[in-house]
């Protein structure tokens, strides 16, 4: 499978931005997806993810309230609305996905990044202040 994420873009602190993540080569509504982001310097961290069923999604404490994570199986794409930008959340986005569909975690493995399989390039988000 292969993830393509756009969408990202430099913006002012309390605008909104929409990511896209579109997949080729796997059908993947039916698998668990995520975001993921790096600052520079820093370590790749758990942004937010959405079950396989679409009926559950996780997010880290430092956006929950302003990200949405939600899929348009018909186009086999995720995407992230991201609300109420602050500066801290510039960063390179990745998106992710299961290596294979149907499966559930604990609610702590969908924070970590054991459960991701493939990760599209990355889309840079920049929020000034």
């Known amino acids: 499978v292969q993830l393509q994420a756009s969408g990202g873009g430099p913006v002012q602190a309390g605008d909104s931005l929409r990511l896209s993540c579109v997949a080729s080569?796997?059908?993947?509504?039916?698998?668990?997806m995520g975001w993921f982001r790096q600052a520079p310097g820093k370590e790749r961290t758990f942004v937010g993810a959405v079950s396989w069923s679409g009926g559950s999604t996780y997010y880290a404490d430092s956006v929950k309230g302003r990200f949405l994570i939600s899929k348009d199986n018909a186009k086999n794409t995720m995407y992230l609305q991201m609300n109420s930008l602050k500066p801290e959340d510039t960063a390179v986005y990745y998106c992710a996905v299961d290596r294979r569909p149907y499966r559930t975690y604990t609610q702590g493995t969908y924070y970590s990044r054991s459960w991701v399989g493939s990760w599209g390039q990355g889309t840079q988000v920049t929020v000034s202040s």
């Open positions: 080569g796997r059908n993947v509504s039916n698998s668990v």
